[in-house]
């Protein structure tokens, strides 16, 4: 007899992109890394908070991250009493599904989306539904009027990079037999639309949202959680006592309260993304529309793509490959900076 719960002995384990070895000489183009350092400010912060001899670090961080709260309803008119702060978004989707989902509940979401859902609902023993996208990735018609204790969408979508419209989101939450609508926004500052109001206006909708993107913070694990009263009360009861340090606490506070600078970073992914659209399509590859700091190129078969993410990986360039239907035949590629963008667009030509 094995010492894991069946679920555990069962599932596969979520698999991160690749890290390579620090001090690597590679163009690291797979993980959706913002290419562009954090906010001064939030240096600055971490220096105070250690002060001369890191004394603070002795205590305990404050359990309520009130200072983030304060600072993400600062920035988004959001009632800091309705927010939630995590160890980056991934550990407020765990409690999304600790706090709401009984062995045996259905969990749903479209397929291909953000794998890390399918890792989660397998740990808690959940029934799965995955509607299929449509070459599009538009939203199946089968999620409207479900049943499922938790609806997962990513908006933009990982790793196609679509954005759904907030009106037809409205509309899924309201169609919920009796379940949450939870809307991962981990790319949403890249994106024309986003769907926090329906957080703030509807009782079914949950907004999650990461500081690793726009805010340049992958290395701090920073997420945030939009909900009404009943919802974020329910979650923070199932929550770690200290799940945010002394550090990112303070990192975070400063990262929202520079709101230009991110917003600065974001225009020059924004212009890097359509010069690389750009250099892609030239190349003769077929190009999602992309509302995130990536985007997805396919090739004409799945051999084609495998053989191009082996070459360039060969060559030092690291994007993302996934062996799955609907995304086997592409390559999804960050948005680096412009030289590295050219280097990656320079060795897809020499291929």
């Known amino acids: 007899m094995g010492f894991f719960r069946d679920e555990v002995e069962r599932m596969t384990a979520y698999v991160p992109g690749e890290q390579p070895p620090a001090g690597s000489r590679v163009i690291k183009l797979n993980t959706n890394e913002n ?54 978004s991934d550990e407020l989707l765990a409690l999304l599904v600790r706090a709401v989902v009984n062995p045996g509940d259905v969990i749903e979401y479209p397929f291909p989306t953000y794998v890390l859902y399918e890792t989660l609902a ?5 029934r799965v539904r995955t509607p299929e996208f ?23 979508n990982s790793p196609s990079g679509n954005s759904h419209p907030p009106s037809m989101l409205e509309e899924l939450s309201r169609s919920l037999r009796g379940g949450l609508l939870v809307i991962d926004e981990a790319y949403a500052d890249f994106a024309p639309t986003n769907a926090l109001s329906l957080a703030l206006s509807l009782p079914n909708v ?20 939009f909900a ?26 400063a990262a929202l309260s520079d709101g230009a600078w991110m917003r600065a970073n974001v ?11 750009q250099g892609l399509a030239a190349l003769g590859l077929d190009v999602l529309p992309s509302s995130a700091n990536f985007v997805f190129a396919r090739y004409p078969s799945a051999d084609r793509a495998r053989a191009a993410y082996t070459s360039l990986k060969a ?11 609907l995304l086997d035949d592409g390559l999804r590629i960050t948005v680096g900076t412009d030289e590295e963008i050219d280097a990656l667009l320079g060795a897809l030509s020499a291929l």
């Not at 009632?79 to 939630?84: E, G, S, T, V």
């Not at 599009?136 to 938790?150: K, Y």
């Not at 993107?213 to 945030?224: D, E, N, Q, V």
């Open 228 to 253: 009404s009263r009943e919802v974020a009360l329910g979650i923070g009861k199932v929550k770690d006592s200290y799940n945010l340090d002394r550090l990112a606490i303070v990192a975070g506070a």
């Open 134 to 156: 449509a070459r599009d990735f538009a939203l199946p018609s089968a999620l409207f009027g479900s049943d499922a204790r938790l609806v997962f969408i990513a908006s933009p």
């Open 206 to 225: 949950v907004v999650l949202r990461t500081f690793s993107k726009s805010y340049s913070l992958a290395g701090m694990r920073l997420g945030l959680l």
């Open 122 to 126: 397998a740990a808690a023993g959940a």
């Open 267 to 277: 225009e020059k992914i924004r212009a890097t993304r359509a010069r690389l659209v």
């Open 35 to 88: 290419p562009y350092p954090p906010s001064p400010a939030v240096a600055r912060a971490i220096a105070e908070e250690l002060g001369r001899d890191g004394e603070r670090l002795r205590l305990y961080s404050d359990p309520a991250a009130s200072l983030v709260r304060r600072a993400a309803e600062d920035a988004t008119g959001f009632p800091a009493d309705r927010i939630l702060v995590g160890n980056g």
């Open 315 to 325: 060559r030092g360039i690291l994007v993302r490959y996934f062996d799955r239907p």
